[in-house]
């Protein structure tokens, strides 16, 4: 499942929405905006999808079902205005065995990175 959203990321919230009917491991990767950007302070980033960002959120979901064996994957991606400090994006899967799950979280937060339908701007303090 994925899913843009302009509303906080509430961690509770995405685990009780991951599926672990059958699953051994869950794994979450929460991404926050970082207070400092190209050594300068900031006070936040804003993120606009340039595109459709939904479909590339769905390639990158059905890429990490295709490698690995999963039980549930839930990718989130914050848009607006954020401050310092709160969750940009939420990947979570869950799976079998741990190195899948491990493995599947990591593809996934590196997929984030490499977004290209996604308009990103530092505000500096």
Do not use: N
Request: charged share 35%; aromatic share 6%; with cysteine.
């Amino acid at each position: 499942m994925v899913e843009l959203t302009e509303t906080a990321i509430e961690p509770l919230r995405i685990w009780e929405r991951l599926s672990q009917e059958g699953a051994g491991s869950v794994v979450v990767h929460f991404g926050l905006v970082k207070p400092v950007a190209e050594d300068r302070r900031t006070r936040g980033i804003r993120f606009a999808p340039d595109g459709d960002l939904v479909g590339e959120l769905r390639a990158l979901e059905a890429e990490l079902r295709a490698k690995y064996e999963l039980t549930d994957v839930l990718l989130v991606r914050r848009m607006g205005e954020l401050k310092v400090g709160e969750i940009i994006l939420a990947a979570a899967v869950s799976a079998p065995g741990r190195e899948a799950a491990f493995g599947a979280c990591r593809d996934a937060v590196e997929g984030f990175k490499k977004m290209k339908r996604l308009r990103k701007q530092e505000l500096f303090a």
